[in-house]
């Protein structure tokens, strides 16, 4: 379940699933966010599938929509503003995720690409993995031409309510596939970027703004 809270003073989004591990999505801010923290990553998004294992050695990752933590002490976030982002958490081995997945990113499968290396670095297990998918641009709000309609709904075995007159489900769809992987711990944020756009950034309802909320962890 989804409620609101506070980060240093600032509202913030969580899940109650991720209790083990303070991640949070952050909503439209007055001003910029402080996360408090010394070492702090965001990677070069570029809409791709490439994943990163975060190290001790860099604080750069170029063209990286996905980063996977088990590092301390360092805090790590992606930027959204329609586009569906995936936090994972697991509990076992203390291994961390962050996803972004836009319709070329799940396209792509980048969810259960981040969970794959996951489980063939750390010996993540499906069964114990958590996956939280932020608030992104609902189904409501989505329109697609046919061509980004038929990759998306490729990607997964079950595909008849994903979409409605060319309106796509990105949240439902990147949910099916971790679930085809075999997790099955998965909430959902009931919000929408365009219809809540009080509360979070929509490039589309705000004619391509460069704004962004963010899908964080501080590990």
């Not at 063209?63 to 360092?74: A, E, Q, R």
């Not at 929408?192 to 490039?203: D, K």
Request: one cysteine or more.
């Amino acid at each position: 379940m989804f409620y609101f809270d506070t980060y240093n003073g600032q509202k913030v989004l969580r899940s109650s699933l991720l209790e083990g591990l303070n991640a949070f999505f952050t909503l439209k801010q007055e001003k910029p966010f402080d996360f408090g923290r010394k070492r702090i990553i965001a990677p070069v998004q570029t809409h791709s599938d490439n994943v990163s294992i975060i190290d001790d050695k860099t604080n750069e990752y170029p063209n990286t929509d996905g980063l996977i933590c088990k590092s301390k002490n360092v805090t790590y976030y992606l930027k959204f503003a329609d586009c569906t982002p995936i936090i994972f958490y697991d509990p076992v081995n203390k291994i961390s995720a962050i996803a972004h997945a836009g319709w070329r990113g799940t396209a792509s499968k980048i969810g259960v690409k981040t969970f794959n290396i996951m489980h063939e670095k750390f010996g993540s297990d499906a069964k114990d993995v958590i996956a939280v998918i932020g608030t992104s641009i609902s189904v409501c709000c989505y329109e697609v031409s046919d061509d980004v309609k038929n990759a998306l709904c490729s990607t997964i075995k079950n595909n008849k309510d994903c979409y409605k007159n060319n309106h796509v489900d990105l949240k439902i769809i990147n949910q099916r596939q971790l679930y085809e992987a075999g997790i099955t711990k998965i909430d959902i944020s009931p919000y929408c970027t365009s219809c809540n756009n009080e509360l979070f950034y929509s490039y589309r309802k705000e004619n391509k703004t460069t704004m962004r909320h963010y899908a964080v962890v501080v590990q």
